[in-house]
């Protein structure tokens, strides 16, 4: 566990958790989604022909 600080600053904390990270990785992750998803319903496609 980190030492206690006098002055911690819960804004930058927030800050850098959520709006640096959703810009940095926000368009990686989208497109990670799309490609996922493409794949399942590929997948279930050729599952379903094959049976």
Known sequence: V???QSEP???DLLD????GAL???GPYAA???LVAAL???LG???AS???
Do not use: D, N, Q
């Open 44 to 46: 279930r496609r050729s």
């Open 16 to 19: 850098l958790a959520g709006g």
């Open 39 to 41: 794949l399942f319903l």
């Open 23 to 25: 810009l940095k990785y």
């Open 31 to 33: 497109v990670g989604l």
């Open 9 to 11: 600053e819960p804004i």
């Open 2 to 4: 980190a030492a206690v």
């Open 49 to 51: 022909k094959g049976a």
